[in-house]
């Protein structure tokens, strides 16, 4: 049973990775965010795998950060959910917006992701509302990201402050889609955080 794979990232695709180590090509099923948080090619990766068996076929997924095979496996284990519906899944929302929606009943935004009707968003609330690890500590489960080193830095000192990481989130996403960067001082992280810090005030 494979559990994890370091090494040359030989091909990336939004669902898919080609990673060699010792001589072997393996074939990895992944996430958006995944595929987002990937190195360059040829450079080294290791993913966390998740061995997927079946009769017909044995599939690996692969995943940047722990967190994200755990609710992957979480998934799972939901009726009707399989193992490409989950991965699909997960390229629909980040892992702890995911968990967050789970968690507050929110079937509205569970039903955005592709492929989830309300049944389906139903029994994932119902099976894993007290099965997904616990974030009580203030440590929100990490997810792959796709913002900028300065973002990051952003997002971190609004959490820092107290603020949920979701609303940080959706306020620095608002930020970034208004246009920050586009004058001459907007771009800072000063600047930044302060149109974030406003939008969470209002």
């Not at 001589?23 to 990895?28: A, C, F, L, T």
């Not at 939901?78 to 193992?83: D, K, L, Q, T, W």
């Not at 592709?114 to 509302?129: D, F, H, N, S, Y």
């Amino acid at each position: 049973m494979i559990a994890h794979l370091r090494g040359t990232l030989l091909a990336k695709h939004p669902n898919q990775a080609i990673v060699e180590t010792a001589g072997i090509g393996y074939e990895v099923n992944i996430s958006v965010p995944t595929f987002s948080g990937l190195p360059v090619v040829g450079a080294e990766v290791a993913l966390h795998i998740h061995t997927h068996v079946r009769e017909d076929v044995i599939a690996l997924y692969g995943f940047l950060l722990p967190a994200e095979k755990v609710l992957f496996e979480k998934l799972m284990t939901v009726s009707g959910i399989g193992a490409k519906l989950a991965i699909t899944i997960l390229s629909g929302m980040a892992a702890d917006e995911m968990a967050a929606a789970i968690r507050s009943n929110d079937l509205a935004r569970l039903t955005k992701i592709p492929g989830i009707g309300k049944k389906t968003a139903e029994r994932m609330v119902l099976e894993l509302r007290d099965k997904l690890p616990p974030t009580s500590d203030g440590a929100p489960m990490p997810t792959p990201s796709t913002m900028s080193a300065m973002e990051e830095d952003v997002l971190s000192a609004l959490v820092n402050l107290g603020y949920q990481r979701a609303a940080a989130e959706k306020a620095l996403q608002n930020v970034i889609k208004n246009g920050a960067g586009k004058n001459e001082k907007s771009g800072s992280f000063d600047a930044m955080f302060r149109e974030a810090l406003a939008g969470l005030s209002k």
